[in-house]
């Protein structure tokens, strides 16, 4: 069965950091692309980032370039975004998702990332 | 990276078709055959309905199907049922190397 878990979600503060975790099974993990998506409080989904399977190549959005990093560690089945200069626009649920054939297939549960003083 | 358009509702009696729009340019949508739609109910996390413009996943009803003209990707449901009331997002490839959501279309079943 495939399970995607995220955790790492919370509350901080704006221009905070903050690292969600994302843990894989079920799935060859170190041969798919792994997506991350977000969706602010009542709104839209909204396309984060992406990272190819070696890690070697990641793609964003252009509101969070230069301030979010995804990578991921093979070895532990797990993915990551890094989340720095936390902005109250950056509050939503984040859900990793597996990528194929240019669509997300497997989707977690999502955390809460909530940024307020 | 602008969102994808969609209506932001559509509605349709037990049984009727319904179609949801979603308009890009020749930058993502019109550009890829890497159109897909998502379902997500109140609560939940996103379920992936159709791939590549036209392809249903294991498990996914046959009610639902894809298509595209140009720019503009369309998901279709068929035999309406009380289960499909939710929310409906596209996606689509961009040339930029990124994806992109759709504004997002309410059904509602009346």
Known sequence: EVQLVESGGGLVQPGGSLRLSCAASGFPFSTSWMTWVRQAPGKGLEWVANIKPDGSDQNYVDSVKGRFTISRDNAKNSLYLQMNSLRAEDTAVYYCARDKRAARDYWGQGTLVTVSS | ?110
């Open chain 2, 1 to 110: 990276q602008s969102a994808l358009t969609q209506p932001a509702s559509v509605s349709g009696s037990p049984g009727q078709s319904i179609t949801i729009s979603c308009t890009g340019t020749s930058s993502d949508v019109g550009g890829y055959n890497s159109v897909s739609w998502y379902q997500q109910h109140p609560g939940k996390a996103p379920k992936l309905m159709i791939y590549e413009v036209s392809n249903r996943p294991s498990g996914v009803s046959d009610r639902f199907s894809g298509s595209k003209s140009g720019s503009t990707a369309s998901l279709t449901i068929s035999g309406l049922q009380a289960e499909d009331e939710a929310d409906y997002y596209c996606s689509s490839y961009t040339i930029s190397g990124t994806h992109v959501f759709g504004t997002g279309t309410k059904v509602t079943v009346l």
